[in-house]
């Protein structure tokens, strides 16, 4: 499962110099507008120590870690959903992820200008909010009158629902709401809901990047953020972009560590963010094991196992028979597989078990 996540903002927010140090890929990090004009990608190893703890115990061949696409996107200006600056690039990009990571610049630094002449967090929020409803709102109206009249007259069932979709979208958007504030109970609502794929319907992390003297702490700066954004059920995050480039040169894990409490941090802001993505997305992790490699899977939380058994392989998923589940704790607490099935902790579970983050899965299948 490819998980793709956008990184955001305006100009000289730090959206490069975050992605330079979460990724391989190396944007170019300059003191201008537009230094990003390609979308970058970079792949990022989600952080999960079961899998070392693990292979401790199995000794495979290789471990093997999910993943997550991190894509780099053009910064954005006042103007962009009528086409200003980069504006019909930045929003073509941002339109294929899964969820948005929006850096909003948390610190004073008069060698880095600021697009807008000051630094000003909610303000910069705003006008990316703005651009972004303004985007979704032409989409939206143009969809209304395709549908319209065939919902009113035409006695069209699936146009009336598509319309009553759009018609609570327009409005909440013309309040200058995003539209991931309108909930739909049916699960039709819900599914042309999706197919939309309106901008703000993505669910957002307000990454706050701040100085260094501000990593464990925050400032004033994110404590705007947080108000401004209470009541969006968003992710917050306090990350010294600069210092976790700093610390992304370092060459052994000691090294890294070592800064890490210098300043404060338990975890540097990479792991920290991936995880938040995680939670965002409502996503978990289950788990393969053998000789030939310990390996980790996303899934979304609630999926049931012939769904899991998917991820691996469509096959799985159609002829699955059953699960074999062992919880990570018992498997570290036994040492082996033999020994969990000795203990009797090994369950068997059919078509209907809701797998947990953690779970150690075998499938047996038939196709």
């Known amino acids: 499962m490819a998980l793709q996540c956008g990184i955001v903002g305006l100009p000289n927010v730090g959206k490069s110099t975050l992605f330079n140090c979460l990724s391989n890929a190396k944007a170019q990090a300059a003191n201008f507008p537009f230094c990003t004009i390609e979308p970058n990608v970079g792949v990022i190893t989600v952080p999960d120590e079961r899998l ?24 954005l ?11 019909n690039k ?37 006008i990316i909010d703005t651009e972004l409803q303004l985007k979704d709102l032409e989409t939206i109206e143009s ?7 065939q919902a009113q007259t035409g006695g069209d069932k699936a146009a009336k629902q598509t319309y009553d979709v759009l018609v609570r979208y327009k409005e909440a958007l013309e309040q200058g709401k995003s539209a991931r504030t309108v909930q739909f109970e049916s699960k039709d609502e819900q599914k042309i809901a999706h197919d939309l794929f309106l901008l703000t319907a993505k ?21 705007q953020v947080r108000e401004a954004v209470k009541d969006e059920n968003a992710e917050i995050l306090v990350v010294a972009a600069k210092t976790e480039a700093d610390i992304a040169e370092l060459e052994t894990y000691e090294d890294r560590q070592m800064f890490l409490q210098e300043v404060g941090l338990e975890e540097s802001g990479v792991n920290r963010l991936i995880k938040s993505a995680y939670k965002l997305l409502n996503l978990e992790t289950f788990i393969t094991a053998g000789e030939m490699e310990v390996k ?27 699960a074999e589940v062992i919880k ?5 607490q036994y040492g082996s597989e033999a020994a969990v099935r000795e203990a009797g902790k090994l369950n068997v579970e059919g078509k209907d078990y809701v797998v947990q983050d953690g779970d150690i899965m075998h499938f047996r299948f038939n196709v």
């Open 90 to 126: 930045f929003l073509a990009n941002i339109r294929e992820t899964d969820a948005i990571i929006h850096v909003l610049r948390c610190f004073d630094d008069e060698n880095v200008t600021h697009v807008d002449g000051t630094v000003n967090p909610v303000r910069d929020k705003e």
């Open 52 to 75: 070392n703890k693990l292979a401790e115990l199995v000794h495979p061949g290789r471990i093997v870690p999910t993943t997550v696409e991190i894509v780099d996107i053009a910064g």
């Open 143 to 149: 969809r209304i009158q395709r549908v319209q009249k």
């Open 203 to 223: 669910p957002v992390m307000y990454v706050c990047n701040v100085d260094e003297a501000s990593a464990a702490t925050g400032n004033k700066y994110v404590e």
């Open 328 to 332: 990570y704790e018992d498997y570290i």
């Open 296 to 322: 980790a899977w996303t899934y979304h939380k609630g999926w049931k196992a012939p769904q899991c058994a998917g991820v691996i392989h469509t096959d799985f998923e159609k002829g699955f028979i059953r």
């Open 77 to 87: 200006v006042k103007g962009a959903s009528k086409g200003e600056g980069l504006g």
